[in-house]
């Protein structure tokens, strides 16, 4: 303000710069009210007030400041002036506040804070701003609120058409100790388990992990690796460790990775140390070491399609010991997905046994866009005759000759790693399939 001294210009400055300097901006607020200007003492008196809320002598300044009698027993000496005799306040000072009732005689009236407080609500601001999900018990600090959880869903492994070979072997080795906790206590199995599920793309193995979480009766985290990296050192293994801790509070909980070779690759091929950093914390949070409780209760399962480039320490036992090899589905499979796939579509007389026996090794996404090519092909006949008709087991057999299975080239690449690194028996079972299949 151009009228000011320099002397309360300095100190508009100094509070401006440490404005949690509480007798700074007391002995600011004196100089104000000095120089008769009250309604800003007022307002400096209630910011000093807001970082300490019991300092008396901010109390006593808001009471001169605004022009009322001090609170407390008076004696005679100090009696406070009759009120006719007492001056009017400056023209720009707030009005007194009247108080709801006489005080007993003898006794000054007490000050009202809440009636202050409105006064002077408009001229300050408040301190914090509140969390609009705190306030209905969902703040980040929650549990479920950071993270997208899925309640137990009702998706079964029944719903997964054919794959007998999987199901039996999630059932055996995953499901079973799990559904009989007597048996488990028995031979000392704990209530907590990794499993991998690896395979060309398009078969469904996030599918499948729903499933199991439904047969768990658990809750369904699912995790990739947008939902961890951060450009912040070190903001990318809080979130890992954010992630289980989560997890570990919503128990029963399967927590699905997907595309573990990315969140999970081999540290001896990664040059950036910060993804080193996150496979180093996800093993940390595998084993259950940063919480005391360990990891009862969660259900680890990842997902990916080159299980090669993911780091071994992940799959050492205690992790993810376990693994499951998700192939292209098999005819009941295919004949499911067809039915699926059609179902909302206007078709004529198909015969899904010619279809099935025509895309044999066709991933679930193959399958998908066969119906969706010969569906393109029926619209074009329709548009350009100018009459609807219906799709034909030609329009699908059509499609199906056009589109090659994209398994093809992961089985390529898979049969060199079957046959020349296949240290341990971790991959007997995609070199029993190639066999099978004849394609070594």
Request: charged fraction near 25%; include cysteine; charge should be negative.
């Amino acid at each position: 303000m151009a009228d000011e001294s320099p002397l309360i210009r300095s100190l508009r400055v100094a509070v401006a710069a440490a404005p949690d300097d509480v007798p700074l901006r007391l002995h600011f607020a004196e100089l104000l009210l000095a120089e008769g200007r009250n309604d800003e003492a007022v307002a400096e008196a209630a910011v000093a007030l807001q970082h300490a809320p019991g300092d008396a002598g901010a109390r006593a300044l808001m009471v001169r400041a605004m022009g009322l009698p001090p609170a407390g027993n008076q004696s005679p000496a100090s009696a406070p002036t009759p009120v006719e005799n007492v001056p009017e306040p400056p023209a720009s000072a707030p009005a007194p506040v009247e108080s709801a009732s006489e005080p007993p005689a003898g006794k000054a009236a007490a000050f009202d804070w809440d009636a202050a407080e409105q006064q002077v609500q408009d001229l300050v601001g408040p301190r914090f701003l509140e969390d609009p999900q705190a306030a209905d018990g969902e703040g980040a600090a929650g549990d479920a609120a950071a993270w997208d959880i899925d309640a137990p869903g009702s998706v079964r492994l029944a719903d997964v058409g054919g794959m007998d070979e999987v199901k039996d072997r999630l059932e055996a080795a995953f499901l079973a100790p799990m559904r009989n906790p007597e048996l488990r206590r028995l031979y000392g199995k704990s209530l907590r388990g990794g499993l991998l599920l690896y395979g060309p793309p398009g078969c469904g193995k996030t599918f499948i992990a729903r499933a199991v979480a439904g047969e768990l009766g658990a809750n369904f985290l699912t995790v990739s690796l947008s939902d961890v990296l951060d450009m912040w050192i070190g903001a990318s293994e809080k979130n890992i460790h954010d992630i289980f801790e989560t997890a570990r509070r919503q128990a029963p909980c399967v927590v699905f990775l997907d595309e573990l070779d990315a969140l999970g690759a081999k540290r001896s091929r990664t040059h950036h140390s910060g993804l080193r950093n996150v496979v180093n914390q996800l093993l940390t949070e595998l084993d259950g070491i940063a919480s005391g409780a360990g990891n009862e209760g969660v259900f680890v399962l990842a997902a990916t399609n080159v299980p090669w480039d993911v780091d071994i320490a992940l799959r050492r036992p205690g992790r993810l010991d376990r693994t499951l090899l998700v192939l292209p589905p098999d005819a009941t499979a295919r004949e499911a997905i067809l039915r699926y796939h059609l179902r909302e579509r206007p078709i004529e007389a198909v015969d899904l046994g010619k279809l099935v026996k025509a895309t044999e090794d066709f991933s679930g996404a193959d399958l998908a866009h066969v119906c969706e090519t010969a569906a393109e092909a029926a619209l074009l006949d329709s548009a350009r005759s100018g009459s609807i008709r219906l799709i034909t087991t030609k329009d699908l057999l059509g499609a199906a000759k056009q589109i090659k299975p994209s398994t093809e080239p992961w089985f390529a690449a898979a049969r060199n790693v079957a046959m020349f690194a296949n240290e341990g028996g971790l991959y007997d079972d995609l070199l029993a399939h190639l066999k099978r299949k004849r394609k070594l």
